[in-house]
């Protein structure tokens, strides 16, 4: 929650990044969802500004939280048409 509230201080709105859904896992139904506790889905115009993002000055003070508050961790990154 801490990499979180750090992301949303600032970053990634100078990025034009938005969360476009989050929840806390409820329960799995194919697969061990039992190692999440959260899922979230966030929106990138493409990924040169996600890895633009990782670059940013500010950004190592968020990834601490990040790399501190997370045991299991699963990044995709997709391609399509999602709505804006």
Avoid: W
Avoid at 34 to 53: C, G, H, K, R, S
Avoid at 62 to 76: C, S
Wanted: charged share 15%; glycine share 8%; aromatic share 8%.
């Amino acid at each position: 929650m801490r990499y979180g509230a750090a992301l949303f201080d600032g970053i990634l709105d100078s990025v034009g990044a938005k969360l476009v859904f989050s929840e806390p896992v409820a329960a799995g139904v194919i697969g061990d969802a039992t190692d999440y506790d959260m899922v979230a889905i966030m929106q990138y115009p493409n990924i040169q500004v996600f890895l633009e993002m990782t670059s940013l000055p500010t950004y190592p003070q968020a990834a601490i939280h990040r790399d501190a508050g997370l045991a299991h961790q699963l990044l995709i990154c997709c391609s399509g048409n999602a709505p804006s």
